[in-house]
Every structure is written in structure tokens, then in C-alpha cells.
């Protein structure tokens, strides 16, 4: 019976692992996809676009729940999370059209720090000893990849740590939000707000998309709902602590991406730096799971809708 036992669980890792590779795989394709539009579009613009192709996947949560309403707190929380996007996605944008795609993937690792710091500011959250510092740890990693007074922070470097600041903050609501609503509801809802925010911000400096610009914005949007399901999948079938140190995987396949896709050279202390972060991350997702007080650090899942 032990070994029955045994079998199932390494099949269940197994699929976690298999689904949490596939959710990497995804989410370089979003920065691929992003990348390689460059600057040919307005950051706002591009990122109103990819809202408005990934709203269309959304639609099946999103209607039924406009038709029940929400509480007047409820909408204030989604406006603010929806605020808080715009202000991420148009850096995030900014910052994948100007930096390496591997930096944008290693400073993105920051978000669930930045949330974890804030949860236990705002949220009266404990934060123990052991997790502050690996967040100390984190942040000594964020330092290797950017190495401020070693070279020159473009202006790409101080947009993705806004991002990140930017996501974090919309996490920590979205944290409050999934208390009261399903978390679909919260994704969608995030998703019409942005678009809604997005709307008049775009609009004052359009530049017309070309049918091919909008095919790869497409291609965004089909990307990043195709990784937040394996990312599903994955916490489904496994435990983070089998599923988390493989989000490390991310920030190689996004190098792999740059060297060979965009001729982007290879920077060892962004991997360095990035494999730090993730490990010190690895660590408070453990805590957290052996303590079972509830998620202060979001899943990757939560971290990465862009």
C-alpha cells in the first residue's frame, strides 16, 4: 500500500512539474511576443490591446458576474487593483521593449517580496526572522542583477522595478479581493478595468496597429491565459515546494530566448542574481506551506498577469 502510495504521489510531482515547466514555457512567449514588438507601438497602446484580446477569454466569468453586481466596497477594490495594473502593465511594457528580456524576467522575480513586505506591513501579517531574511537575501539578489555604481541604469532597469513595486501592490489587493469574490472574478475584472483605464490613455497617442502587430497582441493574450491555466494545474497536482524552484527555470529559457531569438548577450550575474531570488522565494514558499497560515506570497500565478 506504501508503495501504491508512493507511486501516485511522484506521478502527481511529476505533473505539477510538467504543468509548472509548460506555465514558463508560456510566459517567455508573452515576453517574446512583447519583445519582438518592441517599440513600434506606444507602451499604454500595446498593453490596451493585449488586455482587450485576453478579455475575450474572460468573457465566461466575467458576464455572469456583472449580471449579479457587486458591493460598492467591491467596486472601489476592483478600480484600485484596476489603477494599480495600468500603472504596472504600461512600465512592464516600456521596460521589455528597452532592456533584456532575461533583467525583465529576473526583476520580475521581486513581486512576490514586495507583496510579502507589504502583508506584513498593511495586513498586520507575521514576519518571522527566517523570512525576513530571505527577503534580505532576495533583495541582495535584485542588487547582483542591477549592480547600481558597476554600469548604468536605463531607464528599462528603474521602469521594471516600478512594475514590480506597481504588481505587488495590485496583488496585495487582489489578495483582499479573493477573500470576498472567486478568483476568476477577480482575474476578469481586472482585466475590464485595465482595458477601461487603459481606453483614453492609449487613445491620446494611437498610432495604427498593423494587422500583424495585432495577430502577435493576440498571441500575447492566448499565451499568458494558457500559462495561468498549467500554473493551475500545476499547484493542483503538486505542493509549491515541488513547483516552485522550477519558476527558476523561467529566467533560462527567457536567455536562451534573447541570445537566440533577439541576439541579446548573456549577463551570468543576471542569472546569478536571478537564482538567488528565486531561492530565497523557494524558501518562503516552504515556510509558508509548513506552516499552512494561508498564502503571504502569491503563487506565481497571482505574480505573473501581465
Not at 490591446?49 to 472601489?76: D, K, Q
Not at 547600481?148 to 496583488?171: D, K, M, T
Not at 479573493?178 to 482585466?191: C, D, K, L, T, Y
Amino acid at each position: 500500500m506504501a508503495g501504491v502510495m508512493n507511486a501516485s504521489s511522484t506521478r502527481q510531482d511529476l505533473s505539477g512539474i510538467f504543468w509548472m515547466l509548460t506555465a514558463g514555457l508560456c510566459f517567455v512567449a508573452v515576453n517574446g511576443t512583447v519583445r519582438w514588438l518592441g517599440q513600434a507601438l506606444p507602451a499604454a497602446e500595446a498593453a490596451f490591446l493585449r488586455f482587450v484580446f485576453g478579455l475575450i477569454f474572460l468573457i465566461p466569468a466575467l458576464l455572469p458576474a456583472l449580471r449579479r453586481g457587486f458591493a460598492p466596497r467591491l467596486w472601489g477594490l476592483f478600480a484600485l487593483r484596476g489603477g494599480l495594473h495600468i500603472i504596472a502593465v504600461i512600465l512592464w511594457f516600456y521596460a521589455m521593449a528597452r532592456i533584456t528580456v532575461a533583467e525583465v524576467t529576473a526583476i520580475g522575480f521581486l513581486n512576490p517580496i514586495i507583496v510579502t513586505v507589504g502583508a506584513a506591513l498593511l495586513m498586520g501579517e507575521r514576519l518571522s526572522w527566517r523570512r525576513g531574511l530571505a527577503i534580505v537575501v532576495a533583495l541582495m539578489g535584485a542588487m547582483i542583477v542591477l549592480r547600481p555604481g558597476l554600469r548604468v541604469l536605463e531607464g528599462g532597469h528603474i521602469a521594471q522595478l516600478g512594475a514590480a513595486v506597481a504588481f505587488g501592490a495590485s496583488y496585495l489587493v487582489a489578495k483582499r479581493l479573493s477573500e470576498q469574490v472567486p478568483p476568476a472574478v477577480v482575474v476578469a475584472m481586472m482585466s475590464l478595468t485595465v482595458c477601461i483605464g487603459l481606453a483614453p490613455i492609449a487613445a491620446a497617442n494611437w498610432v495604427p496597429p498593423t494587422m500583424l502587430q495585432c495577430a502577435v497582441l493576440a498571441c500575447t493574450a492566448f499565451f499568458a491565459t494558457a500559462a495561468h491555466y498549467a500554473m493551475t494545474r500545476a499547484f493542483v497536482a503538486a505542493p509549491l515546494t515541488v513547483t516552485q524552484p522550477v519558476v527558476f527555470l523561467q529566467l533560462i529559457w527567457a536567455s536562451l530566448l534573447g541570445v537566440l531569438v533577439f541576439a541579446e548577450p548573456v549577463d551570468m550575474w543576471v542569472l546569478v542574481g536571478g537564482g538567488v531570488m528565486i531561492g530565497a522565494i523557494s524558501y518562503i514558499t516552504w515556510r509558508e506551506a509548513k506552516q499552512r497560515r494561508g498564502i503571504v506570497t502569491p503563487p506565481p500565478d497571482l505574480a505573473k498577469q501581465i
